[in-house]
Every structure is written in C-alpha cells, then in structure tokens.
C-alpha cells in the first residue's frame, strides 16, 4: 500500500509540475508579446511546453505504475520499479534548486518517498507475491 501511495503522489507532483511549466510558458509568451519580443518569448514559450508534455507523460506513467501495482500485476511491479528509481533521479536534480524552498521540500519529499518505495519493492516477500526472484 505504501508503495502505491507514493507512486501516486509521484504522478500528481509530475501533473502539478507540468501545470507549472504550461502556466508560466504561457506568462512568457504573453510578456514577450506584450513587449514586442513575439519570437523570442515564443521560443522560451515553446521550451517550457515540451518540458511540460515531458512531464506530463512522466505522470501517466506514474499512473499506470499505480494501477499495475495495486492490480498486483508482475508488470506493475516492473513498471513501479523503474518509476520510483525515475523520482529519485528527479529528486536528485530538484535538490540543486536552492532558490525555492518549495521545490527543494518536494525534491527532498520525492527522494524519501521514492527509497522507501524502492525499500519495500525489493523486500523478498512482494517480489515473491509479484512473482519475481
């Protein structure tokens, strides 16, 4: 249950990161309009919306973790993995981010959270009941 919970909080940090990045694309794009700078706003505009697309399919992938894991599917458990391994390296890189205290508390949020997920999936008795060795 554990594991599922945090995985489920990745993908709504993942979801709420991408409406961030949409938000503030849209700001710059807005400003630059406003300034007379249409291109280069779009440009930074632009950026800041695949990242936010990168994001947002992070957080789909988070969810179908969480669904394969509270499914008990052995994919689930593959997939949960993979996943928690991918917030910790999203922690790892959100930590440099001294300028917000906000992000960092996330980041530092996403590294517990996703090594206590890694904790319990490599415990012996739910790799058995997800039938891996």
Request: aromatic fraction near 18%.
């Amino acid at each position: 249950m554990m594991v599922f919970i945090v995985i489920l909080l990745d993908a709504v940090l993942c979801f709420i990161d991408a409406g961030i990045l949409f938000w503030i694309g849209s700001l710059i794009q807005a400003a630059g309009n406003a300034a007379g700078l249409g291109g280069i706003g779009s440009v930074f505009a632009s950026i800041l919306y695949a990242c936010g697309a990168i994001v947002m399919v992070f957080g789909i992938l988070f969810l179908i973790a969480a669904l394969g894991f509270w499914t008990s599917r052995p994919w689930g458990y593959t997939l949960s993995f993979f996943m928690a391994i991918l917030g910790m390296i999203w922690g790892f890189l959100g930590l440099g981010n001294y300028e917000y205290p906000a992000s960092l508390g996330i980041s530092v949020m996403l590294l517990v959270g996703n090594f206590l997920a890694l904790y319990f999936l490599t415990r012996p008795e739910i790799k058995v009941y997800f039938g891996k060795r």
